[in-house]
Each structure stands twice: as structure tokens, then as C-alpha cells.
């Protein structure tokens, strides 16, 4: 039979996977839930049919129970019955730990306190699951219940040891006895056990710690720590914590154990200052942290240890820096009100509580440990670090000046200096730093700015120097990096800066918003850029406000800022391409504010309102018709031309004989005249359209009293004229096509 002509098999259809429980599953879950139903029998068996039996009786139920127990699992195990077995000794382990609470409720322990019952619990426990985990492996496995059970027993051990009044002793011996247990396992190779052993250590030694920190901290003494304290508890558990590296044989666990136990021992040496003045507080942890970060330098993996000391170190440290933030605002807004001091206004207050003179080393060493714990140490580049240093040190010794009773200017001359230092660095070359200098540079100039606000004169000055910082950021930086901030702060300076000096040359609050308008006005047009000109609008719409509520001619003054951004605009559409759209808004703006002083000077004439629009847009048309030679006149001219006539016609049309009536007369005769000469259709159909509906207007009220016979005569007259011209019209008709396509 040839192969090409037979027929093809039909692919087996695919087996479908598996759902539901595996059949090995079955024996697992029923002696789970066996082992669950034994226990909670023998709870209730305790509970309600103990007081029947006496303690003969008792003390036979409680051995045959959990000895009955105990050889089930052992020999359930020896017979390869893995599940069966691990269930098992669940429920004996679970009974030895009942028989310990069921005995003291029977009086068995000689009224022995629920502390030390709970702590017997414990030790039974564990003691039975390392029994279970010693007895022979069967299939080449053991238990691993049992195995869990010891954690367990540790962890209970300590807390019936915390409850009985030794917290400290009980979680260090539980702490150190896990750790053992967990270094034995790891040689047996038993892996749970290991770290359920672990487990139970960690709960011990975290029970220890917090109670020996929180006694420590209660009463932070030498007596109290060192004689009669938890000194020694703290370095207990800083050993404790190098235990799991010898069990793990782990370098990362020995660097994090190492890290933890130099932080704990730091804090037993430093606690007894605690109760010290905050100057000593700080001095001190100043100089544990300061110590501390001298290791992170070491380029070896050794200077891991120094993470956690100096982390902590570092958020004291940190805090105290927050603190002196927090009272140096306190101080300052005492003198807060804007433009209302000297030159030398002097910041008074509140002191800090810690010596001011300790912050410019706090901010260096959180600095130093910052740089040293990112980055790793560096000393290939100390110059970038150095210049870092500096920065921060000028903005910590603003803070500290402030925090004295001196003029402000001290304080805010020296963040300017900074900022301008900052500046410096960030363009002088392509320093990977460049952008945090600039940062600092803006952040700090501004608010040097902000906190001179209570003297003009000092606004005027500190924030012309901020005006400087972002002006080289923005003209000699090389970067975008560098250039984007400084163009981000142009305006605020120079908005700050502008009613500083307004403010100090005339102390008139009124007179703000023109200057200060025109001052972001120009820097929004030196650099059309989103980022300096939405900054622009903000700080001049917030200077008006400001004016406005102090102007005695308010509408006058809003007249005069519409004019002056109008103008801006139009410039800076002048100017730039890109902004061409602004022309627009800048002739709206420039008719507001002739509307606006209009009304303020009760002007009711509508023309007075229509016409500069009108004659605007005329212009705008007629720059159109120039620019582009195909264009039509209707679109360019009409809408100038219905704004500059229908307003006064519906006005004509309410009082027909008026001198309003005639001037509108006379501009429609012009623009047919000017249009018929011209050739443009605009004005022909505008002075046409308006002037026929103004002479119906003057004509109607006399309709009624001509005779008919006129009205008849007219017509005849105007039909024999019409038929007279026609022939003539008709022989002119191609001379008169060429004269319509010229019209434009």
C-alpha cells in the first residue's frame, strides 16, 4: 500500500491534568485532623471529668495518656509511617504540655505560680521535642514536628519566665540556649530544627533587649545601669547577636549580627547621658557617631558594623537639626510681618535648647556618614566631598546665626553666600555633583529671600542676590540640568526682589504691582520658556492682589497693569516666533484696560468702548490684506468694521435724529466711497448694509404722509431708469467682469 495515499490516524486527544486532592494527600489531612480531635478531647477531658478523679487517679491518666502517646509515634515512626508518626507526636507533645497545667490545676506542683508553670511548660516542651528529634531516623528521615516544637518551648520557657519577674534572665538564657540548640542541629543536620531553634533564640533575645532598653531608659543612671540595671542584659544581647553567624558560617551574618551588637553596646555606654542636658545629649551622641563614621571610611567589608551605630547616630543627630529648624521659625515669626522692620531687625525668642554651636558638626557628620554609607569611601576625589561640606556648613551656620539673638541680616547674608558658592560650583565644570549644588543654590537663595521678608531693604538685597545665583545658573551653566533650576528661580527673585526695593523706596504697598509686573514680565520674555513664564503670571497676578487691597483707586490701578501686560505680551510676540498667539491676547488685554478706565471714569458712550477694538482689529486686517496678496478683504475687514458700526446703529435705531445718527451716516458714505475706490467689497457691503437700514430708519416715520401717487411716480421712474441703463450694462458687461475680478 503506497504511504502517500493512506489515510491519516486521528491524534490522540490530550490527558486531561489532574484535579483535586492526590491520593497521598488522603492519610495526611485525616491524621491531621485526628491529631486536632485527640487534642482538643483531652483539653475537655481535663477541663470537665479532672475534678471526678483522685489524684491517684489523675497522676494514672496523665503517664498512660502521654506514655500511650510517646510509644505510638516511636513505634508508628520505626515502621516507616512518617504522617502517622509526625501526628502523633503532635498529640503527645500536646499532652505533656496539658499534663503540666493540668497538674498545677490540680494541685500536683504544690501551688506553684502560673509564671513558673508556663516556664516548666516550656522547658517539657522543648526537652520532649528533642527527645523526638534524637530517636532513630526511619527512611532516612526524622521528625519534623518535634523539631518545630522546640522553638516553641523556648519561646513559651521565656515568656512563663518574663511573667514570673525575670525578663531579662529568662531571655538571655533562651536567647543563648537557642543559639546553642541551633549551632548542634546545624552539625546534625537538621535544618528545622536549626531554625525553629533560631526562632525561639530571636524571641528570647528580643524580649530581653526591649525590656533592658525600656528599663535603661526609665532610669538612665550609671548605678542603675552598671550595679542594680540592665547593663549587662544589653551586653548579653550584644553577644548573642554574633551567635547566628558562627551557626550560619555566613559573612553577611556576621556583619549584620556585629552591626547590631556595636549599636547595642553604644547604647549601654550612652544611656546613663540620657537625663543629661540636651547640649550633653548631643555632644555626646555627636561624638559616639562621629567615631562610628571614622570606620565607614575603611575600605574593607569591616565598616558594615559601623551601619547601625551611625544610622541611628544620624537620626539623632538629625532631629536635633529639625529641632533647631523648628525654634529658629519660632524666632522668626515673631518679626514676621512683611516690610515692617530695619535693615538690622534682630531675631529674638525662644532659645534652642541645645548649644547652637553644635549643629554645623551634627549637619557635617550626618553629611559625612551620608556620603560615606551611599557611596562607599571615596578618597580619590576629597576635593567634590570638601566643596559638599562646605555648602552644608554654610546652611547649618545660617540656622546656627539664627538661632541667636543677632540682626537677621547676619543669617540671611550668609545663605546668600552660600547660595552663590553653590551657584559657582555647579557651572565652574561637568562635576557629578553639579545638580545637587544647583539644587541647594535655588533652594537655599529662595528661601534666604523668604526669611528676609520682614525688612524691605533686606528683601531688596538678599533676594537681588538670589536673582544673581539664578542668573549664573541659567546663562553659564552647561548643562540642562543646571540651567532648568536657575531659569525656575528667575522669577521669585526677581519678584521679591523688585517689591523689596519698592517697598523701601516708597514704603507704598499700592505701588508693587506695576514693577513687579514689569520686572517678571521681562525675564518671561528674555527666556519664553513654560517654566519661567507660568512662574511670571503667578507672581504678577499675586502682586496685584496685594496692590489692589491697599490702593485707594483700585479699578484705576487694574486699568494701568492690564495696559502694562498687554504690552508685554505684544513684545514678546514681537520678539519670538513661537509666541506669536500672545499678540492677541496682549490687544484683548489692552481693550479690557481701556474698558476698565473707561468705567471707573463713568463713561457711558458706548463708541468709546467699540471702537479701539474695532480700530485694532481693522489694523490686524489690514496687516493681513499686506502680508498676504491673495487675501479677501471680507474676512479681514468685516468683523472690524461690524464692531465699529452695528453697535451704534442699534442705538440710531432707538433715537433716529441724533448727532449719532448722522456721524453714522457720514462713516457709511465713506467706506462706500473708500471702498468703491479701492475696489475692496468690505466696506462696500458694511456701508451699504448699515447705511440702507439707518435711511429706512430716518425714512419711516414719514412713509405715512406722502401720497400714493409718489410712492407710484418713484417707481415708475426707477423702472424707466433701470430699462434705459440695462442695454447699456449689457454692452459693458465684459469691461465690467474684469472690473469685479480686481475687486478683492
Known amino acids: 500500500m503506497d504511504n502517500a495515499h493512506a489515510p491519516l490516524l486521528p491524534a490522540a486527544a490530550p490527558i486531561p491534568p489532574r484535579r483535586g486532592i492526590t491520593f497521598a494527600s488522603v492519610p495526611q489531612i485525616l491524621l491531621g485532623l485526628g491529631a486536632f480531635c485527640l487534642l482538643v478531647a483531652a483539653a475537655i477531658f481535663l477541663a470537665v471529668s479532672w475534678s471526678a478523679l483522685g489524684v491517684g ?20 515512626h520505626l515502621r516507616g ?20 497545667y493540668g497538674a498545677a490545676a490540680a494541685g500536683l ?22 527527645a523526638f528529634s534524637l530517636s532513630p531516623a ?17 519561646g513559651l520557657a521565656y515568656l512563663g519566665g518574663a511573667v514570673s519577674g525575670h525578663p531579662l534572665t529568662g531571655g538571655n538564657l533562651a536567647a543563648l540556649l537557642g543559639a546553642g540548640l541551633a549551632a548542634r542541629s546545624r552539625r546534625s543536620g537538621l535544618p528545622v530544627q536549626q531554625w525553629s531553634c533560631l526562632a525561639g533564640a530571636a524571641v528570647g533575645w528580643t524580649g530581653a533587649t526591649t525590656t533592658a532598653v525600656a528599663e535603661s531608659l526609665g532610669t538612665p543612671t550609671l548605678h542603675q545601669m552598671w550595679v542594680v540595671g540592665s547593663g549587662w542584659s544589653l551586653l548579653v544581647s550584644a553577644a548573642v547577636l554574633l551567635v547566628p553567624a558562627l551557626v550560619l558560617r555566613a559573612e553577611a551574618a556576621f556583619l549584620a549580627g556585629a552591626s547590631g551588637a556595636a549599636l547595642l553596646a553604644t547604647g549601654a555606654v550612652t544611656i546613663p547621658v540620657v537625663g543629661s542636658s540636651p547640649t550633653v545629649l548631643t555632644a555626646v551622641a555627636l561624638g559616639t557617631t562621629a567615631a562610628w563614621t571614622l570606620l565607614l571610611a575603611v575600605r574593607d567589608r569591616i565598616r558594615l558594623v559601623a551601619v547601625a551605630p551611625v544610622s541611628i547616630g544620624a537620626l539623632f543627630l538629625a532631629g536635633a537639626l529639625i529641632d ?18 530695619s535693615f538690622l531687625v534682630t531675631v529674638r525668642g525662644r532659645a534652642l535648647e541645645l548649644a547652637p554651636a553644635l549643629l554645623v558638626p551634627s549637619a557635617l557628620v550626618v553629611l559625612t556618614a551620608a556620603v560615606l554609607g551611599l557611596a562607599g569611601p ?10 559638599l561640606g562646605t555648602l552644608v556648613a554654610g546652611c547649618t551656620g545660617a540656622l546656627t546665626a539664627a538661632a541667636y539673638d543677632v540682626p537677621l541680616t547676619i543669617a540671611t547674608g550668609l545663605a546668600a553666600l552660600t547660595a552663590l558658592v553653590a551657584a559657582a560650583l555647579a557651572v565652574r565644570g561637568e562635576d557629578a555633583l553639579a545638580p545637587a549644588y544647583t539644587w541647594i543654590a535655588v533652594g537655599v537663595a529662595i528661601l534666604a529671600a523668604v526669611a528676609s521678608l520682614p525688612s524691605a531693604s533686606l528683601t531688596a538685597t538678599v533676594a537681588g542676590s538670589g536673582l544673581v545665583t539664578a542668573l549664573v545658573l541659567t546663562l553659564l551653566g552647561r548643562t540642562e540640568r543646571v540651567r532648568i533650576p536657575g531659569e525656575a528661580a528667575l522669577v521669585p527673585a526677581a519678584a521679591l526682589g523688585t517689591a523689596g526695593t519698592v517697598m523701601a523706596v516708597g514704603d507704598e504697598p499700592a505701588w508693587i504691582a506695576v514693577p513687579v509686573l514689569l520686572a517678571v514680565g521681562v525675564v518671561a520674555i528674555a527666556r519664553p520658556v513654560a517654566r519661567v513664564e507660568v512662574p511670571a503670571v503667578v507672581a504678577a497676578l499675586a502682586s496685584l492682589l496685594v496692590s489692589v487691597i491697599a490702593a485707594t483707586d483700585p479699578l484705576g490701578l487694574i486699568s494701568l497693569w492690564l495696559l502694562v501686560i498687554g504690552g508685554l505680551c505684544c513684545a514678546s510676540a514681537l520678539l519670538h516666533a513661537q509666541r506669536r498667539p500672545l499678540a492677541a491676547a496682549g490687544g484683548l488685554l489692552w481693550m479690557v484696560a481701556i474698558w476698565t478706565r473707561l468705567f471707573d471714569q463713568h463713561v457711558a458712550v458706548v463708541e468709546a468702548y467699540t471702537l479701539p477694538l474695532a480700530v485694532a482689529l481693522l489694523a490686524v486686517g489690514l496687516l493681513h490684506l499686506h502680508r498676504r496678496a491673495g487675501a479677501g478683504t471680507d474676512q479681514a475687514l468685516l468683523p472690524g468694521l461690524a464692531l465699529a458700526t452695528i453697535p451704534s446703529l442699534l442705538l ?16 457709511c458714505l465713506v467706506l462706500v466711497l473708500a471702498g468703491a475706490t479701492m475696489r475692496w467689497s468690505a466696506p462696500v457691503l458694511a456701508g451699504t448694509a448699515v447705511g440702507v437700514v439707518l435711511v429706512l430708519r430716518e425714512l419711516g416715520p414719514y412713509a405715512g404722509t406722502v401720497p400714493q401717487w409718489v410712492w407710484i411716480g418713484l417707481a415708475g421712474v426707477l423702472l424707466t431708469v433701470t430699462g434705459i441703463t440695462w442695454e447699456r450694462r449689457l454692452r459693458d458687461l465684459r469691461r465690467a467682469a474684469g472690473l469685479i475680478g480686481r475687486l478683492r
Request: net charge positive; no cysteine.
Open 324 to 341: 533647631g529648624v523648628g525654634v529658629d521659625l519660632a524666632r522668626w515669626t515673631r518679626i514676621a510681618g512683611p516690610f515692617s522692620k
Open 378 to 387: 571615596r578618597p580619590a576625589h576629597p576635593r567634590r566631598w570638601l566643596a
Open 81 to 100: 509511617l512518617r504522617f502517622a508518626a509526625e501526628a502523633l507526636s503532635v498529640v503527645s507533645l500536646g499532652l505533656l504540655t496539658l499534663d503540666v
Open 138 to 154: 526511619s527512611a532516612g528521615t526524622r521528625l519534623k514536628a518535634p523539631q518545630v516544637a522546640i522553638g516553641i518551648g523556648l
Open 57 to 76: 487517679g489523675r497522676t494514672a491518666v496523665l503517664a498512660v495518656l502521654t506514655l500511650t502517646a510517646v510509644a505510638s509515634t516511636l513505634a508508628l
Open 109 to 130: 506542683l504544690d501551688g506553684m505560680p502560673d509564671g513558673r508553670v508556663t516556664l516548666l511548660a516550656g522547658v517539657l516542651l522543648a526537652i520532649g521535642g528533642w
Open 652 to 667: 440710531v435705531l432707538g433715537d433716529p435724529v441724533s448727532l449719532r445718527s448722522l456721524l453714522l451716516g457720514t462713516a
